[in-house]
């Protein structure tokens, strides 16, 4: 792609009505913000270009790219599928099409797309090498094999196709050829990083750590920001006898990244070697916090528990790792002998049968042990590793290597720029939209989605401010605080001169809401509503103040709770177990909730066009657990506004936990084509 400079870029709120929108300029800002890795952006100016002139095949083709590039493979799937509707001989889109169908293990359509574009362009290395990736996958090695030796006969420095080739022949055990095949690949380009990541691997499975060693410095020097090469360095160093060069590189990874699992578990092991058992503690507490189903962590921090003499947290520890594990009989040997210390004989004497039995079962020696957490925490021999996927609990003294995809890194700090989708956010919906007249910007531009009710609002009332609706409402600053105070003196001198005018009262409660006097905000918003109860807009605020004060409430109640995760537990793909909620518990029975209910009905009954009202119900459903209720509310307000992006959010997490995973996610990727960031991560991490 062509690099293109912007001088001056023109924001989507200045583009002018549809069929208006200069389309080669708009696609023209969309492809130098995909080039920048800006694609959400990107994203955005397409949708105004296919909303435009939806019978042009390159906005379809080029929001492929972006979506491929966020990892949201299905979309960018389709998308290339209506640019071939549009253009059958758009060759780009065919290679595309292939990658994302491969991303998603449809392996033959994959390869049926990169043998389409092969007809067209018979010698392009990225199909061909493709080609052969997609064979090694469909285990049809000798075929894989006959693409790779046609790419690099015709491309003999393409140091792509010798790496990939070498994988074939890991795969295929044949270590002699994938050697040869990865120096060759350095002789011919030796400033590539993951090129000495892959060797260095290799030597590493082969025992030679020394050149292992030698060459992941090599890929550090070259590429310092990946995660992966230093965990495998700290391997390295750790079988060399290299202690404190291993703990250093593992520090150095959670300087870059306090979340990755991988360096969290390993830094654990070696801290417990060295008997740093408080801080080993701490490591596994991060590693169980981000992996709750990490029944390996938690038994090793039942062993330092134990060591660390805190008996009942070893327990319990202990207790998570056989419910999952009912045949791991040293858990029970353990088990038996933490009872049998905290004098719960008749315990002790149930899991050290149960240990015997399960060991018979095995068909391994029935002999007492003594000692099991002693004999646990000693270093196997064979110094082996295991993979990060690797669940086996038998291995659950073993340091984790990291594989070629871990940590990938962005180049943006913005989370709304570059792969948003590697960003962990938490698992939280869109929040209520309410009444204001200030709003934050949001990174992404949104849909701006158009209320007549608040058009006659504005008209009608004569505030002194725009009213607006919103959920990115904005906290006041000094100015407008004192500005606010002297508005309401204002409306009361007025209301003292026009007692029946609901107008006024609306205007006071919108100045009290803002300052946060919810009191007097309701008062005024049931005088308007008692003198006009019609008004709308009034019930409403009504009903958004109410919350508020819910939450306010609640937060004062229990002053900790404002430093709870509100988040929602996703379940796990292709489970069918509905997520968990970790959502304030509340009575589902609450008489705030259900005025705040009865309001939102009086609203939809004075006008069942306004979307705002089933978004909001559905909010207060979600918050009851009622999803089903919700996701009705949420399917009516699509139906209302089709480009509501904060529904279409909320609707695929809602789904989600309930495990509607498929229809949860195509609502995650409407969100995310619509702007909303955070949807990518989602995606990513449940597919």
Known sequence: MKKTIIAAFILLASLPALAQVNTDRVMMIGKNALYFEDYVLAIQYFNQVITAKPYLADPYYFRAVAKFMLDDFKGAEEDASDCLVRNPYYTAAYQLRGAARQ????????????????????????????????????????????????????????????????????????????????????????????????????????????????????????????????????????????????????????????????????????????????????????????????????????????????????????????????????????????????????????????????????????????????????????????????????????????????????????????????ISVPVEPEPLFVLTYYERDFEVRRPVYYSETMDQANKGLGLSWMLKMTNREAPLNEFQVQTHFRSIDNYSAKIDREPANASLYFGRGMDFMLVQDYENALKDMKSAIELNPDLLVAHFARAVIRSKQIEYDRLQADPLMMDRNTGIDLPTPGSSIAGKPRLPEISTKSIEYEDILREYEKIIRLNPGFMYAYYNRAEIYSLEKDYRAAIADYTKAVELEPQFAEAYFNRGIARLSIGETHEGLDDLRKAGELGIVQSYSIIKRMQ
Do not use: C, W
């Open 103 to 422: 991303n998603q293990d449809k392996y033959e359509e994959a390869a049926t797309d990169y043998q389409r574009s092969l007809e067209f362009f018979p010698e392009d290395r990225l199909t061909l090498v493709n080609m052969g990736i997609v064979n090694i996958e469909l285990k049809q090695y000798d075929i894989a094999e006959k693409f790779f030796d046609v790419l690099l006969r015709r491309f003999p420095d393409y140091t792509p196709g010798y790496l990939a080739r070498s994988q074939m022949y890991i795969e295929l055990e044949d270590t002699t050829k994938a050697m040869a095949d990865l120096n060759r690949a350095i002789e011919k380009d030796p400033y590539t990083a993951q090129t000495f990541s892959a060797r260095g691997l290799l030597y590493f499975q082969q025992g030679d750590y020394n050149n292992s060693l030698a060459d992941l410095d090599e890929a550090i020097r070259l590429d310092p920001y990946f995660e992966g090469n230093y965990i495998n360095r700290g391997l390295v160093k750790y079988h060399l006898g290299d202690l404190r060069g291993s703990m250093a590189d593992y520090d150095r990874v959670i300087e870059m990244d306090e979340n990755n699992l991988i360096a969290r578990f390993n830094r654990g092991l070696l801290r417990a070697q060295v008997a740093d058992n408080n801080r080993a503690i701490r490591d596994f507490d991060k590693v169980i916090e981000m992996d709750p189903d990490n029944t390996i962590a938690y038994l090793n921090r039942a062993m330092l528990h134990n060591e660390t003499g805190d008996k009942a947290s070893a327990l319990s520890d202990l207790n998570v790792v056989l419910e999952e594990h009912p045949d791991f009989f040293t858990g029970y040997y353990m088990r038996s002998q933490l009872k049998r210390e905290l004098n719960d004989l008749r315990g002790a004497e149930q899991d050290y049968m149960l240990a015997r039995a399960e060991e018979s079962k095995a068909r391994k020696v029935a002999t007492a042990n003594p000692e099991p957490f002693k004999q646990a925490r000693e270093t196997p021999d064979s110094k082996d590793t295991r993979e990060q996927a690797d669940r086996d609990i038998e291995k659950f003294n073993l340091l984790v290597v990291a594989d070629k995809g871990e940590s990938e890194k962005t180049k943006y700090q913005r989370q709304s720029r570059g792969r948003v989708q590697n």
